[in-house]
């Protein structure tokens, strides 16, 4: 369980560093389930609902190999 607690929030800090260059240079857009909230001027994301779509992605994915 814990495996794959911290999978999971490696998933998610990675995702939250990268989906700022993926929106300005892809056009990608937030989900729903996303999160940004501005604090002292800064925002942060948590992409939450992007999160899980890629993880079905690649499950889906690794599943046809």
Do not use: E, N
């Not at 929106?23 to 996303?34: I, S, T």
């Not at 909230?37 to 800064?42: C, L, N, T």
Request: hydrophobic share 55%; aromatic share 16%.
């Amino acid at each position: 369980m814990l495996k794959w607690l911290l999978t999971l929030a490696i998933a998610v800090l990675m995702l939250g560093l990268i989906a700022p260059w993926l929106r300005q240079h892809l056009g990608a857009r937030p989900l729903p389930g996303d999160v940004r909230v501005r604090y002292k001027g800064r925002a942060y994301y948590f992409p939450f609902a992007s999160t899980l779509l890629f993880s079905l992605l690649l499950i889906g994915f690794s599943r046809w190999l």
